[in-house]
Each structure stands twice: as structure tokens, then as C-alpha cells.
């Protein structure tokens, strides 16, 4: 393939497939991954203010569904490893924010809990993280939000099934 320069930009090289931002803005994953870094910056911060990382917020919150019935499925719930877990727990844990009872190892359960410093943590979080989930804070309608939401959940499941 030939290398042609223009006098006005960047050399370009032909291409079967050229690129274009019109090609690049319909790939949707490309689109997530940028939405990704303006999300991620806003979520560090606003957990950070409350010296939690996000996964450790969703230790927290997931614990506090009520609904968890393993550290098993704690990990898969938060998308960290068992091992990440453990690492994430004894954190938790050593900061007074988990109850963590019962003998551990491998095929043993260890009850995980919120104490009552917990329970107040993620209350004081919440308003932060609903404001930051506004649709008008996102630039949606309600309902492109509620679309967007259902179309993440989706996708996200979709690739925890299909992708190693």
C-alpha cells in the first residue's frame, strides 16, 4: 500500500477499511470506553471524598442488599477474583466497616457484615452517588437514561457469560 502525504494534515496510508470518526463513533465498546474515563474520574472522586475506591464501595453496597449468599458470588457480583477479595475484605474488615465472623478457608464460610460504621458510610455516600446518577447530571432524559441503564445491564451480562 502507498504512503500519501498532504501538505495540510497528518500522512495517511490507504486503506480498505479507511478511518474515519464516523467508523470510530459506531463502534458502541469504543464509545464505553470513553465514557468510561469521564464516569471513572467522577466515581474515584466522589468515593475517594469518603476514602473508598469504587470497588470497595461495591463490596459495601452489595453486602448491603441483603441478597449475597457467598464470598463466591460477592466476587462475581464486584468483578474481582476471590483472591482480590479476600485482600478487599481483611481492608474492610480492618478498618471496622465489615463484621467478619466464622473460620474462612476453602470451603468454609466466613459470614461477611456492616457494622453500624458501614451502614453510615454508604448512607453518607448515597446522596453523592444518586446526584451523580441524575439523568440531568448525565445529560438524559429520564428515559434515555432508563434505556441506557437497561442496555448496560444487558451488555454486562452478556460479556460475563461469553468472555473469559
Known amino acids: 500500500m502507498s504512503d500519501t502525504r498532504s501538505h495540510d494534515g497528518p500522512s495517511r496510508r490507504e486503506s480498505p477499511h479507511p478511518w474515519t470518526q464516523e467508523a470510530l463513533d459506531a463502534l458502541p465498546l469504543w464509545t464505553l470506553v470513553q465514557a468510561f ?5 467522577r466515581l474515584y472522586g466522589l468515593f475517594g471524598q469518603h476514602d473508598l475506591t469504587p470497588t470497595q464501595f ?7 442488599t441483603g ?12 468483578l474481582v477474583t476471590p483472591q482480590s477479595l479476600q485482600v478487599l475484605v481483611t481492608e474492610l474488615g480492618a478498618r471496622g466497616l ?12 466466613r459470614r461477611l457484615e456492616l457494622t453500624d460504621s458501614g451502614w453510615e458510610l454508604i448512607d453518607r455516600v448515597r446522596p453523592g452517588l444518586e446526584q451523580a446518577n441524575n439523568p440531568a447530571h448525565l445529560g438524559l432524559s429520564p428515559t434515555d437514561s432508563a434505556r441506557l441503564n437497561r442496555s448496560l445491564h444487558t451488555l454486562r451480562h452478556h460479556l460475563s457469560e461469553t468472555v473469559p
Open 37 to 41: 474515563h469521564g464516569v471513572a474520574g
Open 67 to 78: 441478597a449475597v449468599e457467598s464470598q463466591a458470588e460477592l466476587a462475581r457480583r464486584v
Open 58 to 64: 461495591g463490596v459495601l453496597a452489595q453486602l448491603a
Open 98 to 109: 465489615l463484621d467478619i465472623s466464622g473460620p474462612g478457608g476453602r470451603g468454609r464460610r
